[in-house]
């Protein structure tokens, strides 16, 4: 059963039309991976469906149900989670605080009988609240190794760290379907085989996790569905081998030959 | 010269409000905004209409100056939410001016520019709180500083002042984290401008007279001023730079130069301070205050415990 998918997807910036007529889908409990040349529409299908762009047409739907426009505030609340594709975190807050972040809307839902009101009411209730919080915000950074540094500043982590922050992140919203936006980019081998084995672990939880990603080997080597674009348009998808061979992605990523 | 003491310790109090109002919308929140003096107006003609035309009791002004304050806060908000850093200010700046503006020109309601006089002297269980004897007020001036830091504090401690910051750090991740970032950013004009509104009204009770031109541009930037030199989104370094700067704009006369200075003198001291904070401190004296959570939250020997059982 499909978790996600879009009909006849199309974003048109003026003239440009940067997804067009995209249909594609994402299994339950996959990986699957986007790819396609620069300037493909891949960043573009994402921020259509996670609510923060809004479609020229076509409709997105999740779980049966067609969320197409709605805020990225409110997919998020229905179970979408993302990461971006140049690192977006709270930088001067601490790794601890950033994940909390990813609990607010877990921790309550209205402000005028939600807990903004309790903090200013019931400090015992507040604090029992805010243990609720933190508890949960440490066990993702235990799942994600990053507990010790808990109380450091966010830019203060190393690069790799950081990326795998902003996957903690997201994992604290408690998805049932997880984006990453190039989440290797920028990183060495070495990070890159410990950002493969986490996001399997991340599926093994029950997440489906949906990537885009330049790095091949990594896509081939975890990816068990793929879709390619290239100028808006979906041109391929398959598994891994079938990717590989299709004479259409070879042509988009490598040209024609005469 | 203790007299004069205790009016610019006053004056401090009233500008540690407005200070500790604005750190919400700028310190916490990341929003620019230069409309500090329109809801300071607000306030204290609320207060001057009210007590006088009315017959109101002064304490009774206090918190619908601030709800008023607030309304004019929301009507900023909503509509300038889209902008962003300079165009906000701008747009905040010319909100300010309109406040102004229209009690200049509403004559009948405000009297112009004649302004309000005969603010009755606040009473509390039938004692006069003479502000031209200082101690009173000061004590009622500073009681609100320091109920507002805590209530501002405890609030800003919650999920929502997490949430406020993150939106200062990065609108569109909180947003994709599931922050409703609309209603937060007015959520902080509200709160922001209440505070200031309250101020608005103990100004009114204090010079018993209220006048439009105190409340011009000057008065939004000297606020904006303490925020940033004390330290953004950190409530007590905010009421500290309330103070750095009323000393700085006072010292010619607490000095006793006021004869050999000229009063212009000040905005130079004023602006060679912010000038040195810029290069050498931007984060402000104090900085963004860090909560340790291991601490508040106070579980880190029983989660140690738990692990240990486990082993």
Not at chain 2, 21 to 30: A, L, P, R, S, V
């Amino acid at each position: 059963m499909s978790l996600l998918y879009t009909k006849q997807l199309t974003r048109a910036y003026g003239g440009v039309i940067a997804v067009s007529d995209v249909d594609f889908s994402v299994e339950k409990n996959s990986i699957s991976g986007l790819i396609g040349p620069n300037g493909a529409g891949k960043t573009t299908l994402f921020n259509n469906v996670t609510g923060m762009d809004i479609p020229t047409s076509g409709s997105v739907h999740f779980n049966d149900k067609d969320i197409t426009g709605v805020p990225a505030f409110k997919i998020s609340r229905l179970g979408i989670a993302r990461t971006f594709q140049n690192i977006r975190l709270f930088k001067e807050m601490s790794v601890l605080e950033n994940v909390m972040i990813g609990r607010h809307f877990k921790s309550g839902r209205s402000m005028i009988s939600g807990r903004t009101v309790n903090a200013l009411t019931s400090y015992m209730k507040m604090k029992s609240e805010e243990k609720d919080v933190y508890d949960k915000a440490r066990e993702w950074l235990d799942f994600f190794g990053l507990d010790e540094a808990r109380n450091e500043a966010a830019k203060n982590l190393p690069y790799g760290n950081q990326r795998e922050l902003e996957i903690a992140r997201a994992m604290a919203t408690e998805p049932e379907l997880l984006f990453l936006d190039e989440p290797a980019a920028g990183m060495n081998p070495q990070e890159t085989d410990h950002l493969m084995s986490t996001i399997r672990r991340i599926r093994d939880l029950g997440v489906t996790v949906l990537l885009i990603e330049h790095d091949m080997k990594l896509v081939m080597n975890i990816c068990e569905h793929i879709t390619v674009l290239n100028y808006g348009k979906k041109i391929a998808e398959g598994n891994p081998s079938e990717i590989q061979k299709n004479p259409l992605v070879i042509e988009a990523y490598l040209g024609k030959e005469d | 010269m203790i007299n004069f003491l205790l009016l610019i310790l006053i004056y401090t109090g009233l500008y540690a409000l407005l200070a500790l109002g604005q750190n919400i919308i700028t310190g916490f929140t990341g929003l620019l905004s230069l409309c500090a003096a329109g809801f300071f107006a607000i306030g204290s003609y609320t207060t001057a209409i009210l007590t006088v035309n009315y017959g109101w009791s002064f304490w009774f002004t206090i918190p619908l100056a601030g709800v008023l304050a607030a309304l004019a806060g929301a009507l900023i908000g909503l509509p300038t939410l889209r902008l962003k850093g300079d165009y906000l200010a701008i747009a905040t700046l010319g909100f300010g001016e309109i406040i102004r503006n229209v009690i200049l020109n509403w004559d009948s309601l405000t009297r112009g520019p004649m302004g309000i006089n005969g603010i009755p002297m606040p009473t509390i269980f039938g004692m006069v709180i003479n502000p031209y004897r200082k101690w009173g007020y000061l004590t009622l001036v500073w009681i609100f500083v320091i109920v507002f830091y805590f209530l501002l504090k405890r609030l800003t401690r919650s999920r929502m002042g997490r949430a406020l910051e993150a939106i200062k750090e990065d609108e569109i991740a909180a947003y994709s984290m599931g922050i409703n970032t609309t209603k937060y950013k007015v959520w902080a004009f509200m709160v922001g401008a209440f505070v200031a509104g309250c101020a608005g009204s103990l100004q009114a009770g204090f010079t018993l007279s209220v006048t439009p031109n105190t409340y011009t541009f000057m008065v939004s930037v000297m606020v904006l001023c303490m925020v940033v030199l004390g330290g953004m989104g950190n409530h007590l370094a905010v009421i500290l730079g309330a103070l750095i700067i009323q000393l700085a704009a006072e010292f010619p006369r607490l000095l006793g130069l006021s004869s050999t200075v000229p009063p212009q003198f000040k905005q130079i001291v004023f602006g060679l301070i912010l000038v040195i904070m810029m290069i050498y401190r931007p984060q402000g004296i104090v900085g963004r205050k860090k909560v340790n959570y291991d601490k508040f939250v106070g579980n880190e020997t029983r989660r140690v415990a738990k692990k240990s059982e486990v082993n």
